[in-house]
């Protein structure tokens, strides 16, 4: 099945982030503050949020989790024009996977 959105947590978060990234389709961020956990979704339409288990507190955590997921894409052109450039790249070869 597909799913909308996901949470992965390791030690650091950056783990998880660079996993993830790696999955088609998903736009993984490393996140630590409320702003970006809103943010990174408005903005960059971020779909799965990455936590470091050893760098935030549980409380925090929660809190992050919930901003990430009240947080709705905006539709605005230019993020919608960043979007498209994101795709673009997953398509195109690059010299890292030539």
Known sequence: GT???G?????SGVGASICANKIPGVRAGLIRDHFSAGQGVEDDHMNVIC??????GSSVAWDLV?????AEFS???????????VARLETQPT????
């Open 51 to 56: 936590i470091g288990g050893r760098t935030v």
């Open 7 to 11: 949470v992965a947590i390791c030690g």
């Open 95 to 98: 010299r890292a996977n030539v």
């Open 66 to 70: 919930q901003a990430f997921l009240a």
């Open 3 to 5: 799913l909308e959105r």
């Open 75 to 85: 539709h605005a052109p230019r993020h919608l024009r960043r979007l498209s450039k």
